[in-house]
């Protein structure tokens, strides 16, 4: 599958900013609502800023942008519609808990408020990773790690924005958060499904008997739309030197500055939280990008 | 709307390909662009058509395969566009409702003005069938001829596909897989039709019949004896 910019862009962007409301919305009852918050009206409002910025670029990969407003109204059918409109009905509870936060106003009202738009993300993030998921051509993402690994990662980056901004006592949850993430796409990647699972153009045509069927000549070029976008060789399939920058950039280095954090004093730790979190974007930015390069779609089959 | 006929089409409408027949002279693709140029499918915009990367949609190719081994090999054509599949999950998946399936016959279509060029519909599809159109922005797909089929004022012989009316090797077949006297349907069941990649479960209505097996074309054995001097000229030319 051909990496798209933006659709990386979107889900690094987007997943960040969904799961810094949510977890903004869970915890802030514990303390952060008592008196005029600008805390978590500053947290909701990155969060905002992040998801605003991920849909934005995701109407990018449209050929048709200014259309996208159809794109909500086939929900019973469509994933990429119910993730749409979730994104879309989750945004007035977010304002609204963003707003009364920082009005310090009807904490009651900010609550409901809070946890409602964090239902609302996490329904955005099941959604979007169930686009993913449920494509029965594309062997790799049908792996029931895929909607998981989503969620764990967009939790990590959440998690790791959280610590940032909040401060350092959310450490030890975005260090769990990592070690979820780390966990979950491990076993995404040693899940079988590396393999289509028809690979049987020579049945397909009937020539089983014959043997096995090679292609001699394509009908279309390099940089036509389908061989292109699905049925170019997949890049890094198991790409040792790829996977370890994942584990390093992704998941080690952040974890590793995230526990130093403590060690460190206020200030070094502080910074470290901050690189913690910038390489977790570029490591995530990566391992988007190898998410589709390593999949593999099943027409490729009859470009062998 | 985007969900799936509730009821199996009554008619179920598409192509029967003879890959025994098929020669591969790609007439039915290059039919197929002429004619979809215009009308319900069209315009079919190349980028860079004589460029360093051309681009644009097709809505029919044609693959060239090898199968065998030297001794026994052979060449196959396999031209591949929509399939038109009962379980057309690129309909299922599409978020605007562009992309429906006809519940009269079965037909899969794209809605032009309503597709936002997602792309997923494409992603969707096992069989690489929709194309994506750069200069419109929409996707692009066989639509069977559908402003043809139905055109009363075309000849009733003309009422067909481009591609099938095209084929100058008769390996292409248009017509109704629900009537099983039909003609498609008959030959289907005669030769064994085939159902690419059947095991991920769209149920394709447009099948291939498969390549016949190869008759045996060693040499007859000549006689042991030479006869005339006919003969004897006859066994030295075929040294």
């Excluded at chain 1, 001699?216 to 996977?243: K, N």
């Excluded at chain 2, 009554?10 to 007439?27: N, P, Y």
């Amino acid at each position: 599958m051909r990496p798209a910019a933006s659709v990386i862009a979107f889900t690094v962007s987007a997943g960040a900013g969904y799961s810094l409301l949510a977890l903004t919305a869970i915890v802030a009852p514990f303390g952060l609502l008592e008196r005029r918050s600008p805390l978590v009206a500053v947290l909701v409002g990155v969060a905002l800023a992040l998801i605003l910025a991920g849909l934005s670029s995701s109407t990018l990969h449209l050929g048709r942008p200014l259309r996208a407003w159809r794109a909500f109204s086939q929900w019973r059918s469509s994933w990429l519609a119910r993730e749409g409109i979730a994104a879309i009905v989750g945004l007035p509870p977010a304002i609204a808990f963003g707003a009364l936060a920082a009005l310090g106003r009807r904490p009651d009202l900010a609550i409901a408020a809070g946890l409602l738009a964090a239902l609302l993300a996490v329904v955005t993030l099941f959604c979007t990773a169930t686009i993913y998921a449920s494509l029965t051509p594309i062997a790799r993402w049908r792996s029931p790690w895929t909607a998981p690994t989503y969620f764990a990662l967009a939790l990590m980056s959440g998690a790791l924005l959280l610590a940032a901004l909040a401060g350092p006592g959310f450490g030890p949850l975005a260090a769990a958060a990592i070690g979820t993430a780390w966990a979950a796409k491990i076993l995404y990647w040693r899940a079988p499904g590396l393999a289509p699972k028809s690979d049987a153009l020579s049945a397909a045509l009937g020539v089983a008997p014959l043997g096995a069927a090679r292609l001699l000549w394509s009908p279309d070029s390099p940089s036509a739309f389908v061989r292109a976008e699905l049925a170019a060789p997949p890049r890094f399939e198991r790409d040792r030197l790829a996977r370890a920058t994942v584990h390093v950039a992704l998941f080690a280095t952040p974890l590793a500055l995230v526990l130093l954090a403590p060690l460190s004093g206020a200030l070094l730790g502080g910074v470290e939280i901050w690189a913690a979190t910038g390489s977790a974007t570029i490591g995530l930015a990566i391992e988007r990008w190898m998410f589709f390069a390593e999949a593999r779609h099943v027409c490729g089959v009859y470009y062998r | 709307m985007t969900a799936l006929p509730a009821e199996r089409p009554q008619r179920r409408l598409g192509l029967l390909i003879d890959l025994d027949l098929c020669v591969g002279c790609h007439a039915c693709a290059v039919a197929c662009k002429e004619g979809n140029d215009g009308g319900a499918a069209g315009p079919l915009t190349d980028i860079e058509p004589c460029g360093r990367a051309p681009r644009g949609p097709w809505l029919c190719r044609v693959f060239t395969y090898e199968a065998g081994d030297v001794a026994n090999g052979r060449t196959i054509y396999l031209p591949k566009s929509c399939l038109h599949c009962e379980d057309a999950q690129c309909v299922t998946v599409c978020p605007t409702g562009a992309s429906y399936k006809r519940a009269e016959d079965g037909i899969v279509l794209i809605e032009a003005s309503r597709c936002i060029g997602c792309k997923l519909c494409a992603w969707a599809c096992p069989y690489g069938a929709r194309e994506y159109d750069e200069a419109e922005g929409v996707m692009k797909k066989c639509t069977l001829c559908v402003d043809r089929i139905f055109d009363e004022r075309l000849d009733e012989a003309q009422r067909i596909p481009f591609c099938v009316q095209t084929c100058p090797a008769h390996a292409r077949h248009f017509g109704d897989f629900a009537d099983p006297e039909s003609f498609v349907s008959r030959l289907a069941a005669e030769r064994g039709a085939i159902a690419p990649l059947a095991e991920l479960g769209y149920r394709p209505t447009c099948l291939y019949l498969p390549p016949r097996p190869k008759r045996d074309h060693a040499a007859p054995a000549l006689a042991a004896e030479a006869g005339t001097v006919e003969d004897w000229l006859e066994r030295f030319h075929l040294r």
